[in-house]
């Protein structure tokens, strides 16, 4: 479960692709409410993809508790969600 420290849920994480660099920026989205501010559940992903270039997508966990996202781009895979996702803290 989130708590209101959104900050350690928040990372970045360097990948190789075809022997070049680059990386993810992960980020939980946030709504404001009473007690301050709470997670919706989808998190924001910022990549710089060394043959894709720059792109964003959300990601989040459907009702079977397997990661979704309905804007990935051509060059994702599950392969790179499952890097991603696998350092989401539980």
Excluded at 34 to 60: A, D, K, N, W
Aim: proline share 8%.
């Amino acid at each position: 479960m989130i708590d209101n420290n959104y900050l350690d849920y928040t990372f970045n994480l360097p990948f190789e692709n075809e022997g070049k660099a680059g990386y993810v920026s992960v980020h939980p989205e946030m709504t404001i409410a009473v007690q301050g501010l709470t997670p919706t559940g989808r998190y924001f992903v910022y990549c710089l993809h060394p043959q894709g270039g720059s792109c964003s997508f959300y990601i989040e966990l459907d009702e079977s508790r397997n990661w979704i996202s309905e804007c990935l781009p051509p060059f994702i895979n599950n392969d790179f969600i499952f890097l991603i996702t696998d350092k989401i803290p539980k």
